[in-house]
Protein backbone atom coordinates (compact mmCIF):
# COMPACT_ATOMS: atom_id res chain seq x y z
CA UNK A 1 0.00 0.00 0.00
CA UNK A 2 2.77 2.78 1.23
CA UNK A 3 4.72 1.67 -2.13
CA UNK A 4 1.26 2.92 -4.43
CA UNK A 5 1.82 6.04 -2.58
CA UNK A 6 4.41 7.38 -5.34
CA UNK A 7 3.45 9.94 -7.75
CA UNK A 8 5.48 8.38 -10.41
CA UNK A 9 2.62 7.13 -12.42
CA UNK A 10 0.64 10.58 -12.47
CA UNK A 11 3.87 12.41 -13.55
CA UNK A 12 2.22 13.53 -16.72
CA UNK A 13 -1.42 13.29 -16.68
CA UNK A 14 -3.35 15.79 -15.51
CA UNK A 15 -4.85 15.51 -11.68
CA UNK A 16 -7.78 17.74 -10.00
CA UNK A 17 -7.63 19.25 -6.99
CA UNK A 18 -9.83 16.64 -5.31
CA UNK A 19 -7.83 13.82 -6.89
CA UNK A 20 -4.52 15.36 -5.37
CA UNK A 21 -6.47 16.18 -2.04
CA UNK A 22 -7.24 12.43 -1.86
CA UNK A 23 -4.28 10.57 -3.01
CA UNK A 24 -2.38 12.94 -0.88
CA UNK A 25 -5.05 12.12 2.50
CA UNK A 26 -4.52 8.65 1.47
CA UNK A 27 -0.55 8.61 1.99
CA UNK A 28 -0.82 10.18 4.79
CA UNK A 29 -3.52 8.37 6.69
CA UNK A 30 -1.45 5.20 5.54
CA UNK A 31 0.94 6.52 8.03
CA UNK A 32 -1.12 8.52 10.45
CA UNK A 33 -4.01 7.08 12.68
CA UNK A 34 -5.61 9.75 14.66
CA UNK A 35 -2.93 10.83 17.00
CA UNK A 36 -4.30 10.03 20.60
CA UNK A 37 -5.17 13.20 22.92
CA UNK A 38 -1.82 14.85 24.49
CA UNK A 39 -1.51 17.84 27.07
CA UNK A 40 -1.17 21.34 25.02
CA UNK A 41 2.09 21.62 26.95
CA UNK A 42 3.92 18.71 25.77
CA UNK A 43 7.63 19.45 24.53
CA UNK A 44 8.55 18.06 21.13
CA UNK A 45 10.80 16.19 22.97
CA UNK A 46 7.86 14.43 24.88
CA UNK A 47 5.40 13.91 21.61
CA UNK A 48 8.53 12.72 19.49
CA UNK A 49 9.07 10.51 22.32
CA UNK A 50 5.44 9.03 22.62
CA UNK A 51 4.83 8.59 19.35
CA UNK A 52 8.22 7.33 18.12
CA UNK A 53 6.52 3.72 17.95
CA UNK A 54 3.43 4.85 16.74
CA UNK A 55 2.35 7.20 14.13
CA UNK A 56 5.75 8.48 13.80
CA UNK A 57 7.50 5.09 12.32
CA UNK A 58 7.11 7.07 8.82
CA UNK A 59 10.57 8.50 9.82
CA UNK A 60 12.02 5.24 10.10
CA UNK A 61 10.72 3.81 6.91
CA UNK A 62 12.75 3.99 3.94
CA UNK A 63 13.90 6.86 1.53
CA UNK A 64 11.08 6.22 -0.98
CA UNK A 65 8.23 6.00 1.60
CA UNK A 66 9.72 9.42 3.44
CA UNK A 67 10.08 11.01 -0.48
CA UNK A 68 5.87 10.26 -0.71
CA UNK A 69 5.43 11.35 2.67
CA UNK A 70 6.34 14.81 2.53
CA UNK A 71 5.60 15.26 -1.21
CA UNK A 72 2.23 14.46 -0.37
CA UNK A 73 2.61 16.88 2.36
CA UNK A 74 3.92 19.59 -0.19
CA UNK A 75 1.32 18.94 -2.15
CA UNK A 76 -1.21 19.99 0.23
CA UNK A 77 0.48 22.95 0.98
CA UNK A 78 0.34 23.41 -3.46
CA UNK A 79 -3.26 23.27 -3.26
CA UNK A 80 -3.59 25.95 -0.20
CA UNK A 81 -1.80 27.94 -2.41
CA UNK A 82 -3.74 27.81 -5.50
CA UNK A 83 -7.29 27.81 -3.75
CA UNK A 84 -5.94 31.18 -2.46
CA UNK A 85 -4.76 32.63 -5.14
CA UNK A 86 -7.50 35.52 -6.83
CA UNK A 87 -9.58 33.60 -9.69
CA UNK A 88 -9.26 30.23 -8.18
CA UNK A 89 -12.06 27.66 -9.13
CA UNK A 90 -15.52 27.34 -7.25
CA UNK A 91 -14.92 24.78 -4.64
CA UNK A 92 -11.48 25.13 -4.07
CA UNK A 93 -12.45 26.76 -0.88
CA UNK A 94 -13.48 23.05 0.33
CA UNK A 95 -10.36 21.66 -1.01
CA UNK A 96 -8.58 24.60 1.12
CA UNK A 97 -10.02 23.51 4.01
CA UNK A 98 -9.97 19.70 4.05
CA UNK A 99 -6.28 20.48 3.92
CA UNK A 100 -5.59 22.91 6.04
CA UNK A 101 -7.44 20.57 8.57
CA UNK A 102 -5.28 17.29 7.53
CA UNK A 103 -2.16 19.81 7.77
CA UNK A 104 -3.15 20.59 11.09
CA UNK A 105 -2.66 17.02 12.08
CA UNK A 106 0.53 16.88 10.06
CA UNK A 107 2.43 19.69 10.90
CA UNK A 108 3.64 18.92 14.36
CA UNK A 109 4.31 15.50 13.31
CA UNK A 110 7.12 17.00 11.24
CA UNK A 111 8.49 19.08 13.93
CA UNK A 112 8.43 15.99 16.04
CA UNK A 113 10.18 13.84 13.35
CA UNK A 114 12.62 15.75 12.52
CA UNK A 115 13.31 15.48 16.41
CA UNK A 116 12.95 11.80 16.57
CA UNK A 117 15.69 11.37 13.65
CA UNK A 118 17.84 13.80 15.39
CA UNK A 119 18.00 12.15 18.77
CA UNK A 120 18.33 8.85 17.16
CA UNK A 121 21.44 9.76 15.25
CA UNK A 122 23.07 12.08 16.72
CA UNK A 123 25.98 11.05 19.34
CA UNK A 124 29.14 11.83 20.64
CA UNK A 125 31.92 11.34 18.31
CA UNK A 126 34.55 9.00 20.63
CA UNK A 127 38.27 10.24 20.24
CA UNK A 128 39.38 7.38 17.99
CA UNK A 129 37.11 8.55 15.15
CA UNK A 130 38.00 12.03 15.75
CA UNK A 131 41.84 11.46 15.33
CA UNK A 132 40.98 9.06 12.12
CA UNK A 133 38.74 11.76 10.55
CA UNK A 134 41.78 14.23 11.31
CA UNK A 135 44.63 12.22 9.44
CA UNK A 136 42.43 11.98 6.56
CA UNK A 137 41.40 15.69 6.53
CA UNK A 138 44.86 16.76 7.02
CA UNK A 139 47.39 17.38 4.73
CA UNK A 140 50.85 16.53 5.21
CA UNK A 141 53.00 18.35 7.49
CA UNK A 142 55.25 20.97 6.86
CA UNK A 143 58.15 19.41 9.42
CA UNK A 144 58.48 15.84 11.29
CA UNK A 145 56.29 17.26 14.00
CA UNK A 146 53.73 15.34 13.95
CA UNK A 147 50.55 17.75 15.00
CA UNK A 148 51.76 20.42 12.85
CA UNK A 149 49.73 19.88 9.60
CA UNK A 150 50.31 22.55 6.81
CA UNK A 151 48.75 25.70 6.64
CA UNK A 152 46.11 25.29 3.62
CA UNK A 153 45.62 27.68 1.26
CA UNK A 154 42.76 26.75 -1.18
CA UNK A 155 39.90 28.76 -2.13
CA UNK A 156 36.72 27.47 -0.86
CA UNK A 157 33.83 26.78 -3.91
CA UNK A 158 30.92 27.65 -1.22
CA UNK A 159 30.44 31.57 -2.55
CA UNK A 160 28.56 32.59 0.83
CA UNK A 161 31.77 31.86 2.87
CA UNK A 162 34.30 33.77 0.49
CA UNK A 163 33.90 36.93 2.34
CA UNK A 164 37.55 38.52 3.00
CA UNK A 165 37.06 36.89 6.73
CA UNK A 166 37.90 34.09 5.12
CA UNK A 167 40.40 34.55 1.95
CA UNK A 168 42.73 31.68 2.97
CA UNK A 169 39.81 29.21 3.01
CA UNK A 170 41.38 25.38 2.68
CA UNK A 171 39.69 22.55 0.75
CA UNK A 172 40.38 20.44 4.73
CA UNK A 173 38.07 22.93 6.02
CA UNK A 174 34.86 22.62 4.86
CA UNK A 175 34.88 20.44 1.41
CA UNK A 176 36.56 17.54 3.35
CA UNK A 177 34.89 17.72 6.45
CA UNK A 178 34.30 14.25 7.99
CA UNK A 179 30.16 13.90 8.45
CA UNK A 180 29.45 11.51 11.58
CA UNK A 181 25.88 10.76 10.83
CA UNK A 182 24.12 8.10 8.33
CA UNK A 183 23.41 9.50 4.95
CA UNK A 184 19.91 8.60 5.03
CA UNK A 185 19.46 10.32 8.32
CA UNK A 186 20.85 13.87 7.14
CA UNK A 187 18.52 13.17 3.85
CA UNK A 188 15.59 13.07 6.26
CA UNK A 189 16.59 16.07 8.27
CA UNK A 190 17.07 17.98 4.83
CA UNK A 191 13.85 16.93 3.59
CA UNK A 192 11.87 17.36 6.58
CA UNK A 193 13.44 20.90 7.15
CA UNK A 194 12.82 22.32 3.60
CA UNK A 195 8.80 20.62 4.37
CA UNK A 196 8.39 22.36 7.23
CA UNK A 197 10.04 25.80 6.67
CA UNK A 198 6.68 25.78 4.08
CA UNK A 199 4.72 25.82 7.80
CA UNK A 200 6.94 28.33 9.54
CA UNK A 201 8.99 25.59 11.72
CA UNK A 202 12.59 26.82 10.95
CA UNK A 203 12.68 28.51 13.84
CA UNK A 204 11.35 25.79 16.27
CA UNK A 205 13.61 23.40 14.08
CA UNK A 206 16.75 25.66 14.48
CA UNK A 207 15.97 25.43 18.33
CA UNK A 208 15.59 21.47 18.49
CA UNK A 209 18.59 21.31 16.50
CA UNK A 210 20.76 23.42 18.50
CA UNK A 211 19.89 21.84 21.48
CA UNK A 212 20.45 18.25 20.55
CA UNK A 213 23.64 19.00 18.80
CA UNK A 214 24.82 21.53 21.30
CA UNK A 215 24.94 19.18 23.44
CA UNK A 216 26.93 16.30 20.95
CA UNK A 217 29.13 18.78 20.29
CA UNK A 218 30.20 19.58 24.19
CA UNK A 219 30.49 15.83 24.99
CA UNK A 220 32.71 15.18 21.74
CA UNK A 221 35.03 18.11 22.90
CA UNK A 222 34.64 16.73 25.92
CA UNK A 223 35.99 13.21 25.19
CA UNK A 224 38.52 14.40 23.62
CA UNK A 225 39.71 16.71 26.03
CA UNK A 226 39.68 13.80 28.52
CA UNK A 227 39.85 16.10 31.48
CA UNK A 228 43.20 17.79 30.62
CA UNK A 229 42.29 20.82 30.10
CA UNK A 230 40.35 22.46 32.92
CA UNK A 231 41.06 25.86 33.38
CA UNK A 232 41.13 25.36 37.03
CA UNK A 233 43.80 23.11 36.91
CA UNK A 234 46.17 25.62 35.47
CA UNK A 235 47.39 27.49 38.46
CA UNK A 236 47.91 24.08 40.17
CA UNK A 237 49.95 21.97 38.06
CA UNK A 238 54.16 21.84 38.10
CA UNK A 239 55.18 23.27 34.95
CA UNK A 240 56.94 20.25 33.42
CA UNK A 241 52.80 18.42 33.56
CA UNK A 242 51.48 21.89 32.35
CA UNK A 243 53.85 22.31 29.33
CA UNK A 244 52.77 18.37 28.31
CA UNK A 245 49.07 19.46 28.78
CA UNK A 246 50.12 22.63 26.53
CA UNK A 247 51.68 20.24 23.83
CA UNK A 248 48.27 17.91 24.06
CA UNK A 249 46.54 21.24 23.73
CA UNK A 250 47.91 22.14 20.04
CA UNK A 251 46.32 18.86 18.94
CA UNK A 252 43.18 18.62 20.67
CA UNK A 253 42.66 22.29 18.83
CA UNK A 254 43.30 21.20 15.88
CA UNK A 255 40.99 18.34 15.56
CA UNK A 256 38.51 20.43 17.71
CA UNK A 257 38.57 22.64 14.53
CA UNK A 258 39.23 21.16 11.85
CA UNK A 259 36.91 17.89 12.45
CA UNK A 260 34.31 18.44 14.97
CA UNK A 261 33.40 22.13 14.40
CA UNK A 262 34.08 21.80 10.51
CA UNK A 263 31.44 18.92 10.40
CA UNK A 264 28.92 20.09 12.76
CA UNK A 265 29.31 23.24 9.66
CA UNK A 266 28.66 21.11 7.24
CA UNK A 267 25.98 18.99 8.70
CA UNK A 268 24.11 22.91 9.35
CA UNK A 269 24.58 23.40 5.28
CA UNK A 270 23.24 20.40 4.80
CA UNK A 271 19.82 20.32 6.79
CA UNK A 272 19.10 23.82 6.38
CA UNK A 273 18.32 25.02 2.58
CA UNK A 274 19.15 28.89 3.35
CA UNK A 275 22.04 30.44 4.25
CA UNK A 276 20.55 32.21 7.18
CA UNK A 277 19.22 29.60 8.38
CA UNK A 278 22.50 27.53 8.59
CA UNK A 279 24.49 30.14 10.07
CA UNK A 280 22.46 30.74 12.46
CA UNK A 281 21.85 27.36 13.80
CA UNK A 282 25.53 26.91 13.75
CA UNK A 283 26.39 30.23 15.63
CA UNK A 284 23.97 28.35 18.08
CA UNK A 285 25.14 25.37 18.55
CA UNK A 286 28.94 26.30 18.83
CA UNK A 287 28.85 29.31 20.71
CA UNK A 288 29.02 28.10 23.93
CA UNK A 289 31.35 25.75 23.10
CA UNK A 290 34.13 27.98 22.33
CA UNK A 291 35.08 28.02 26.19
CA UNK A 292 36.29 24.29 26.02
CA UNK A 293 38.53 25.17 23.08
CA UNK A 294 40.24 28.15 24.40
CA UNK A 295 39.37 28.44 28.50
CA UNK A 296 42.46 26.73 28.59
CA UNK A 297 44.69 28.94 26.51
CA UNK A 298 43.08 31.91 28.56
CA UNK A 299 43.85 30.45 32.24
CA UNK A 300 47.41 29.95 30.50
CA UNK A 301 48.05 33.36 29.33
CA UNK A 302 46.45 34.57 32.35
CA UNK A 303 49.02 32.76 34.54
CA UNK A 304 53.23 33.84 35.48
CA UNK A 305 54.75 35.81 33.40
CA UNK A 306 58.07 32.96 33.76
CA UNK A 307 60.25 33.19 31.30
CA UNK A 308 59.99 29.45 30.39
CA UNK A 309 56.08 29.75 29.50
CA UNK A 310 57.21 31.79 26.81
CA UNK A 311 58.00 29.18 24.26
CA UNK A 312 54.78 27.34 25.06
CA UNK A 313 52.87 30.54 24.43
CA UNK A 314 54.43 30.92 21.15
CA UNK A 315 53.53 27.59 20.48
CA UNK A 316 49.85 28.16 21.21
CA UNK A 317 50.14 31.75 19.40
CA UNK A 318 51.31 30.08 16.18
CA UNK A 319 48.78 27.13 16.58
CA UNK A 320 46.06 29.59 16.65
CA UNK A 321 47.29 31.24 13.91
CA UNK A 322 47.45 28.17 11.73
CA UNK A 323 44.12 27.52 12.94
CA UNK A 324 42.83 30.70 11.38
CA UNK A 325 42.52 30.11 7.96
CA UNK A 326 40.19 27.02 8.97
CA UNK A 327 38.81 28.41 11.73
CA UNK A 328 37.49 31.44 9.50
CA UNK A 329 36.35 28.93 6.70
CA UNK A 330 34.25 27.16 9.33
CA UNK A 331 32.57 30.17 10.97
CA UNK A 332 32.31 31.85 7.78
CA UNK A 333 29.55 34.71 7.47
CA UNK A 334 28.58 37.98 8.15
CA UNK A 335 25.75 37.68 10.38
CA UNK A 336 25.09 35.29 13.13
CA UNK A 337 28.52 33.59 12.84
CA UNK A 338 30.94 36.98 12.96
CA UNK A 339 30.85 37.30 17.06
CA UNK A 340 32.06 33.68 16.92
CA UNK A 341 34.71 34.31 14.38
CA UNK A 342 35.70 37.05 16.72
CA UNK A 343 36.46 34.73 19.73
CA UNK A 344 39.63 33.59 17.97
CA UNK A 345 40.55 37.03 17.13
CA UNK A 346 40.29 38.21 20.84
CA UNK A 347 41.94 34.99 22.70
CA UNK A 348 45.16 35.40 19.35
CA UNK A 349 45.51 39.11 20.59
CA UNK A 350 45.03 37.88 24.37
CA UNK A 351 48.13 35.64 23.82
CA UNK A 352 49.89 37.63 22.09
CA UNK A 353 49.69 40.40 25.15
CA UNK A 354 50.76 37.99 27.29
CA UNK A 355 54.25 36.87 24.52
CA UNK A 356 54.67 40.63 24.97
CA UNK A 357 54.16 40.50 29.01
CA UNK A 358 56.65 37.87 29.26
CA UNK A 359 59.53 39.10 27.18
CA UNK A 360 58.82 42.77 29.47
CA UNK A 361 59.32 40.56 32.86
CA UNK A 362 62.08 38.91 30.86
CA UNK A 363 63.90 42.12 31.01
CA UNK A 364 63.03 43.45 34.38
CA UNK A 365 64.18 40.03 35.82
CA UNK A 366 67.81 40.33 33.74
CA UNK A 367 67.63 44.57 35.68
CA UNK A 368 66.70 42.88 39.06
CA UNK A 369 69.07 40.02 39.29
CA UNK A 370 71.17 40.22 41.71
CA UNK A 371 73.88 37.10 42.05
CA UNK A 372 77.38 37.71 42.34
CA UNK A 373 79.96 37.61 39.38
CA UNK A 374 82.07 34.67 39.08
CA UNK A 375 85.74 35.24 41.17
CA UNK A 376 87.31 34.30 38.36
CA UNK A 377 86.30 37.19 35.77
CA UNK A 378 84.81 34.32 33.77
CA UNK A 379 81.43 34.37 31.96
CA UNK A 380 78.49 34.63 34.07
CA UNK A 381 75.72 32.32 34.50
CA UNK A 382 73.23 35.18 33.51
CA UNK A 383 74.97 35.71 30.40
CA UNK A 384 74.76 32.24 29.28
CA UNK A 385 71.20 31.93 30.26
CA UNK A 386 70.03 34.82 28.31
CA UNK A 387 71.91 34.57 24.94
CA UNK A 388 71.11 30.65 24.78
CA UNK A 389 67.50 31.86 25.67
CA UNK A 390 67.26 34.31 22.98
CA UNK A 391 69.03 31.78 20.69
CA UNK A 392 65.60 29.86 20.87
CA UNK A 393 63.33 33.04 20.12
CA UNK A 394 64.81 32.53 16.55
CA UNK A 395 62.68 29.53 15.85
CA UNK A 396 60.01 32.23 16.40
CA UNK A 397 61.09 35.21 14.99
CA UNK A 398 58.11 35.71 12.10
CA UNK A 399 55.70 35.65 15.24
CA UNK A 400 57.71 37.66 17.40
CA UNK A 401 58.01 40.44 14.54
CA UNK A 402 54.36 40.51 13.68
CA UNK A 403 53.74 41.21 17.60
CA UNK A 404 56.35 43.97 17.26
CA UNK A 405 55.27 45.43 14.19
CA UNK A 406 52.67 46.47 11.64
CA UNK A 407 54.68 44.67 9.18
CA UNK A 408 55.88 45.83 6.13
CA UNK A 409 57.46 45.14 2.38
CA UNK A 410 61.16 43.22 3.29
CA UNK A 411 64.29 45.01 1.90
CA UNK A 412 67.50 43.49 2.13
CA UNK A 413 70.23 45.71 3.08
CA UNK A 414 73.46 45.44 0.86
CA UNK A 415 76.57 43.75 2.99
CA UNK A 416 79.50 45.04 4.16
CA UNK A 417 82.10 42.74 5.41
CA UNK A 418 82.42 41.82 8.74
CA UNK A 419 85.30 43.00 10.95
CA UNK A 420 86.82 40.12 13.82
CA UNK A 421 89.30 40.93 16.62
CA UNK A 422 92.93 40.13 17.24
CA UNK A 423 96.09 41.77 18.26
CA UNK A 424 98.12 43.14 15.83
CA UNK A 425 101.90 43.04 16.55
CA UNK A 426 102.73 46.19 14.73
CA UNK A 427 100.50 48.18 17.43
CA UNK A 428 102.08 48.78 20.72
CA UNK A 429 99.26 50.09 22.74
CA UNK A 430 95.99 48.42 21.47
CA UNK A 431 94.17 45.63 19.58
CA UNK A 432 93.38 46.27 16.12
CA UNK A 433 90.90 44.55 13.60
CA UNK A 434 91.25 42.88 10.11
CA UNK A 435 88.81 42.46 7.67
CA UNK A 436 88.25 38.88 7.16
CA UNK A 437 89.75 37.34 4.19
CA UNK A 438 88.65 35.19 1.29
CA UNK A 439 84.84 35.80 1.72
CA UNK A 440 83.02 34.57 -1.20
CA UNK A 441 79.15 35.75 -2.35
CA UNK A 442 76.37 33.15 -0.84
CA UNK A 443 73.57 32.22 -2.93
CA UNK A 444 71.00 32.61 0.01
CA UNK A 445 71.89 36.62 0.62
CA UNK A 446 75.44 37.75 3.00
CA UNK A 447 78.59 36.46 2.12
CA UNK A 448 80.18 33.36 3.48
CA UNK A 449 83.66 34.24 5.51
CA UNK A 450 86.48 31.83 5.88
CA UNK A 451 84.85 30.17 8.90
CA UNK A 452 82.11 28.86 6.84
CA UNK A 453 79.42 31.39 8.33
CA UNK A 454 77.84 33.41 6.21
CA UNK A 455 77.42 37.26 7.49
CA UNK A 456 74.86 40.07 7.17
CA UNK A 457 75.74 43.41 6.96
CA UNK A 458 71.95 44.87 8.29
CA UNK A 459 69.30 43.24 10.06
CA UNK A 460 67.12 41.49 7.85
CA UNK A 461 64.41 43.99 6.98
CA UNK A 462 61.23 41.36 7.47
CA UNK A 463 62.91 41.08 10.99
CA UNK A 464 63.88 44.77 11.90
CA UNK A 465 61.16 44.62 14.38
CA UNK A 466 62.36 41.08 16.29
CA UNK A 467 66.36 42.08 15.59
CA UNK A 468 65.25 45.23 17.56
CA UNK A 469 63.96 43.34 20.64
CA UNK A 470 66.50 41.13 20.57
CA UNK A 471 69.01 44.12 20.58
CA UNK A 472 67.40 45.47 23.35
CA UNK A 473 67.12 42.73 25.97
CA UNK A 474 71.51 43.00 25.10
CA UNK A 475 71.33 46.28 26.34
CA UNK A 476 69.86 45.53 28.92
CA UNK A 477 72.04 42.96 29.80
CA UNK A 478 75.11 44.40 29.08
CA UNK A 479 74.16 47.79 31.58
CA UNK A 480 73.55 44.55 34.06
CA UNK A 481 76.95 43.19 33.41
CA UNK A 482 79.06 46.65 33.85
CA UNK A 483 77.02 46.97 37.37
CA UNK A 484 78.44 43.64 38.52
CA UNK A 485 82.20 44.32 36.87
CA UNK A 486 81.66 47.17 39.44
CA UNK A 487 81.38 44.81 41.98
CA UNK A 488 85.30 43.83 41.43
CA UNK A 489 88.01 45.25 44.63
CA UNK A 490 90.49 44.88 41.19
CA UNK A 491 89.56 47.14 38.46
CA UNK A 492 91.63 44.62 36.10
CA UNK A 493 89.56 41.64 36.81
CA UNK A 494 86.48 44.08 36.19
CA UNK A 495 87.46 44.41 32.78
CA UNK A 496 88.65 40.54 32.28
CA UNK A 497 84.76 40.12 33.28
CA UNK A 498 83.48 42.57 30.95
CA UNK A 499 85.77 41.31 28.25
CA UNK A 500 84.93 37.87 28.59
CA UNK A 501 80.70 38.20 28.69
CA UNK A 502 81.21 41.22 25.74
CA UNK A 503 82.84 38.41 23.92
CA UNK A 504 80.95 35.44 24.59
CA UNK A 505 78.12 37.29 23.48
CA UNK A 506 79.27 38.40 20.42
CA UNK A 507 80.38 34.84 19.47
CA UNK A 508 77.45 33.03 20.26
CA UNK A 509 75.75 35.76 18.24
CA UNK A 510 77.72 34.96 15.45
CA UNK A 511 77.61 31.88 15.27
CA UNK A 512 74.13 31.51 15.70
CA UNK A 513 71.02 32.37 13.64
CA UNK A 514 70.82 35.72 15.29
CA UNK A 515 73.13 37.01 12.98
CA UNK A 516 70.59 37.92 10.63
CA UNK A 517 68.52 39.61 13.12
CA UNK A 518 71.05 42.15 14.66
CA UNK A 519 73.62 42.93 11.68
CA UNK A 520 77.03 42.72 11.50
CA UNK A 521 77.40 46.23 12.75
CA UNK A 522 76.01 45.08 16.08
CA UNK A 523 78.47 42.66 16.13
CA UNK A 524 81.62 44.94 15.54
CA UNK A 525 80.47 47.37 17.98
CA UNK A 526 81.24 43.98 20.34
CA UNK A 527 84.72 43.53 19.06
CA UNK A 528 85.41 47.19 19.27
CA UNK A 529 83.78 46.79 23.22
CA UNK A 530 86.37 44.07 23.74
CA UNK A 531 89.03 45.96 22.73
CA UNK A 532 88.71 48.55 24.69
CA UNK A 533 87.88 46.33 27.96
CA UNK A 534 91.04 44.38 26.65
CA UNK A 535 93.43 48.15 26.43
CA UNK A 536 92.07 48.69 29.74
CA UNK A 537 92.87 45.60 31.71
CA UNK A 538 96.28 46.13 30.48
CA UNK A 539 96.57 49.53 31.60
CA UNK A 540 95.54 48.97 34.78
CA UNK A 541 97.16 45.55 35.51
CA UNK A 542 100.35 45.93 33.96
CA UNK A 543 101.20 49.56 34.50
CA UNK A 544 103.23 49.25 37.69
CA UNK A 545 104.95 46.16 36.76
CA UNK A 546 106.21 47.53 33.96
CA UNK A 547 107.32 50.73 35.37
CA UNK A 548 110.39 49.36 37.40
CA UNK A 549 111.87 48.46 33.79
CA UNK A 550 111.02 52.04 32.51
CA UNK A 551 113.40 53.57 35.34
CA UNK A 552 117.07 54.46 34.24
CA UNK A 553 119.48 52.56 37.20
CA UNK A 554 121.54 54.63 38.91
CA UNK A 555 124.89 53.94 41.08
CA UNK A 556 124.90 56.73 43.65
CA UNK A 557 124.47 55.38 47.24
CA UNK A 558 122.17 58.39 47.54
CA UNK A 559 119.51 56.66 45.59
CA UNK A 560 119.93 52.57 46.70
CA UNK A 561 116.03 52.45 45.61
CA UNK A 562 117.28 53.50 41.59
CA UNK A 563 119.87 50.72 41.57
CA UNK A 564 120.32 48.39 39.16
CA UNK A 565 120.03 45.56 41.99
CA UNK A 566 116.55 47.49 43.52
CA UNK A 567 114.74 47.30 40.18
CA UNK A 568 115.16 43.84 39.27
CA UNK A 569 114.46 42.97 42.65
CA UNK A 570 111.20 45.45 42.73
CA UNK A 571 110.22 43.84 39.13
CA UNK A 572 110.30 40.62 40.93
CA UNK A 573 107.93 41.29 43.34
CA UNK A 574 105.46 42.76 41.93
CA UNK A 575 105.35 40.19 38.89
CA UNK A 576 105.09 37.64 40.69
CA UNK A 577 101.94 39.15 42.93
CA UNK A 578 100.28 40.06 39.43
CA UNK A 579 101.28 36.60 37.99
CA UNK A 580 100.01 34.83 41.18
CA UNK A 581 96.82 36.49 41.31
CA UNK A 582 96.30 36.34 37.41
CA UNK A 583 96.48 33.04 36.90
CA UNK A 584 93.54 32.45 38.68
CA UNK A 585 91.42 34.39 36.30
CA UNK A 586 89.49 32.78 33.45
CA UNK A 587 89.72 34.25 29.56
CA UNK A 588 87.32 32.31 27.58
CA UNK A 589 89.64 29.81 26.21
CA UNK A 590 90.51 29.95 22.51
CA UNK A 591 91.65 32.71 20.91
CA UNK A 592 90.57 35.04 23.10
CA UNK A 593 93.24 33.83 25.68
CA UNK A 594 95.71 32.89 23.25
CA UNK A 595 95.65 37.12 21.93
CA UNK A 596 95.57 38.48 25.37
CA UNK A 597 98.38 36.79 26.50
CA UNK A 598 100.28 37.66 23.16
CA UNK A 599 99.00 41.51 24.37
CA UNK A 600 100.85 41.36 27.29
CA UNK A 601 103.94 39.33 26.26
CA UNK A 602 104.27 42.11 23.69
CA UNK A 603 103.91 44.80 26.16
CA UNK A 604 106.07 43.37 29.40
CA UNK A 605 108.06 40.60 27.77
CA UNK A 606 109.41 43.03 25.01
CA UNK A 607 110.46 45.76 27.54
CA UNK A 608 112.15 43.09 30.20
CA UNK A 609 114.01 41.25 27.18
CA UNK A 610 115.44 44.86 26.44
CA UNK A 611 116.00 45.46 29.98
CA UNK A 612 117.94 42.21 30.97
CA UNK A 613 119.57 42.51 28.14
CA UNK A 614 121.01 45.92 28.38
CA UNK A 615 121.67 45.46 32.27
CA UNK A 616 122.10 42.36 33.33
CA UNK A 617 125.49 41.82 32.21
CA UNK A 618 126.74 44.13 34.42
CA UNK A 619 125.80 42.81 37.62
CA UNK A 620 127.52 40.30 39.40
CA UNK A 621 126.35 37.23 40.99
CA UNK A 622 123.15 37.27 38.69
CA UNK A 623 121.12 34.87 40.38
CA UNK A 624 121.14 36.30 43.20
CA UNK A 625 119.12 39.56 42.10
CA UNK A 626 117.31 38.70 38.74
CA UNK A 627 115.26 35.65 39.86
CA UNK A 628 113.34 34.82 35.75
CA UNK A 629 115.09 34.88 32.33
CA UNK A 630 112.92 36.76 29.80
CA UNK A 631 112.42 32.85 28.60
CA UNK A 632 111.18 32.14 32.12
CA UNK A 633 108.70 35.41 31.89
CA UNK A 634 107.33 34.22 28.46
CA UNK A 635 106.53 30.37 29.78
CA UNK A 636 104.78 31.67 33.08
CA UNK A 637 102.63 33.93 30.73
CA UNK A 638 100.88 31.20 29.02
CA UNK A 639 99.78 30.61 32.00
CA UNK A 640 97.82 33.45 32.77
CA UNK A 641 94.13 33.03 32.75
CA UNK A 642 93.51 29.84 33.25
CA UNK A 643 91.85 29.60 35.86
CA UNK A 644 94.29 27.76 38.26
CA UNK A 645 93.42 27.86 42.06
CA UNK A 646 95.60 27.37 44.96
Not at 5 to 18: D, F, I
Amino acid sequence: MRGDASPAAHAHTYTSPLETLESSVTVLGGWHPLPARQSASASPFQRAASTAGAGNAIWEASVVDVRAYLEAVERLFDLIDAANMPGAPPGMGGVRETAKAVLGSVVPRLEEGFLQVLLAESHAVPPDRVNEAFRRVSKPPRSSAPLSPSAPSTPAASSECSSPSSVSLSVSALDRAPSFLPEPAVWRLHAIARVAARAGLSPALRRNYRTVRKAVLEESLKQLAAGRFDPRLVPTLEWEELASRVDLWKAYARRGVRVLLAAERKLCERVFDTVEDSEQCFADTVKGSMGRLFDFVEAFAAGKKAPERLFAMLDIYETLQDLQPDFSAVVCGNGACRSVRNELSVVLSYVGVAVRGILADFERNIEKEDSRPPPTGSVHGLTSYVVNYLCLLFEYRDTINKLYSSGGNAVVVPVPKLLRLRSDEEEEEEFVEEEVQGEEEGEEGGVVGEDGLRYWGEPLEEHREVGRKIKGILKVLEAKLLVKALTYKDAGLAHVFMMNNVQYIARKVKESELRMLVGDDWIRDRADTVQQQANEYLRVAWTRVMAPLREVPTTSFLNPKGSLKEIFKQFTVVFEEVYRVQRTWMVNPGPLQRELQQAVRYRLLSLYALFHKTHAPTLRNQTKYIKYTPQQVNEMIGHLFEGHQG
